[in-house]
Every structure is written in C-alpha cells, then in structure tokens.
C-alpha cells in the first residue's frame, strides 16, 4: 500500500521527530540560502514563454516491507517538511514512479521480491536524478563499501538516530536538485542551439574565435549585412547579451556544466540582517 503525504503543515507530528531547538531552523535556514544560490538562474524562457522551474517541489519516497518501521519512518521525514511518499514494495515504487521531481529514496535492503539493492542498480540503469538511502540491520564492510561505491548517499544501521536521517536527507534532496537543475539547464540550452541553423553556427563559430564582422563576411562569402543578421539572431535565439556569455554557454553545454550562483542579491535572502558600518 502507497502512502502519500503533502507538506509540511497537516496536523501530523511524529514522535520520533529529532529535537529542533537552537539547531534545527539554522539548517532550515542555511538550506533556503543554499537553494537560493543554487538556483538563481534556474528560470528558463524558451521564446516568448517563460517557464519557471519546480525544482523545489522534492519527495522523499520510503519503502520498506516492515509496515511498522515504513509508518515511522514517513512521519519522520515528514516532520522535516517534505512531501512524503511510502511503499511496501519496491514493485509498488516501481509502477508509479517517474523522475519529474527531485528527491531521495529510503529503502530497506533487504525485501521480499526486489530487494533494496536491486532497486539501487535499476534506479542506476534508468539514470535516476533521485539520490539513495540504504537502511539495514544486517550491514557488513563489503555491502557499505559496494553501495557507497556506486553513488548511494549512506548505508544507515537499524536502529539509527533521527539526526543521521535528517543530515542525509538533507545531502540527498540537495544533490538530486542539482542532478535536476544540470538536466533542465542543459536541455534548455540544447534547444537554443537547434534553433540555429548552420550558417548561424559558422557564424557563432567565427565570433568566439574573435573574428570581427567584416573578416567573419570575407571567410563566408556574405555581405556584412548578412553577418549583422545572424549576429542578431544568435544573441535573440540564446538569450546572451554578449560574445563572452555564448562562449560560457557552448563551453557549459559541451561539458555538461551548470553555470556559477549569481550572489550579488544573495542579501535579500539570507537568514539575519546584513549590518552596515558607519563612521562617526
């Protein structure tokens, strides 16, 4: 059975939520500023439409055959403020799942049917942007090693503290936002480009060389004005407002790179008031 959560502010309290005072909304807070830097250009428009990113809409999906340890485990990581959703089965997860949202995935090792680390290699067979959480009572060097070897976030011993499940929760929905935040932005990019077309491109080839308009004419055999056209129709159909911005972009899409937070208005956000020494 699929258990779904919404949110933080239902009525729900856990009784196995970790104490927050003094510790707690410092995270809280230290997590918003981070998210802030790391998603200040994660507005995308394509054309004339504007498409705002839901990246921040992240879902921590539990699943464990122990109805039990599944129950208290959701209400924990409820109480952290994510949407939860928790499944007896690793099938059941399989059925509905899709990677439209960031996240992480709790799941027992050892299960019935499909067993946690058989869903860890699927999840890394399908390139999941979800990161993984392995919880066991049966935990040994070789199965940490081998897990953590290929990309799980921890392998957390039954029973274990409710701040070691926060700490990696936390290190879990924060790296699959940034897997997520890479693929939006690179396909965004992707789809700048194919609006070029090839004399475009030769054009864009020329210009992060250096060349200027009248030697970029002479190579290609067009008039100037033709070279000013798809100049202009570059800069318009990659959103870049200068020569130095589209290098940094085919430079970003080539390599698979994100871009740089932009923190000049990182002040708005942050968690205490920026304090301004005057002379006397």
Known sequence: METFHRGFHGPLRSAYAPDRSGRGPAIAAYKKVLLHLVFATSKIEMGSTTETSTLANSVVYVIDDDSQTC????????????????????????????????????????????????????????????????????????????????GAIAVLDKPFKDEELWSFVQEGVQTSELVHFRRHYLKSLEQRFKILSQPDREVLKLMMDGVKNRSIATRLEVSLRTVENRRRR???????????????????YEHKLIPEPEVRNVWIDLPYDRVTCQAN
């Not at 129950?71 to 439209?100: C, K, M, N, W």
């Not at 959103?239 to 430079?251: H, I, N, W």
């Open 71 to 150: 129950r208290a485990i959701s209400e924990l990581v409820y109480s952290f403020g994510f949407q939860v959703r928790s499944f007896d089965s690793a099938a059941q997860f399989l059925e509905v799942y899709d990677d439209t949202h960031p996240g992480c995935v709790i799941l027992d090792v050892r299960m019935p049917g499909i067993s946690g680390l058989d869903l860890h290699r699927q999840l890394i067979e399908r390139e999941s942007g979800l990161s993984v959480i392995l919880i066991t009572a049966f935990a040994d060097t070789r199965l940490v090693v081998g897990t953590l070897r290929q």
């Open 234 to 252: 570059i800069f318009e159909a990659m959103q870049a407002d200068s020569v130095a911005e589209l290098t940094r972009m085919v430079v970003e």
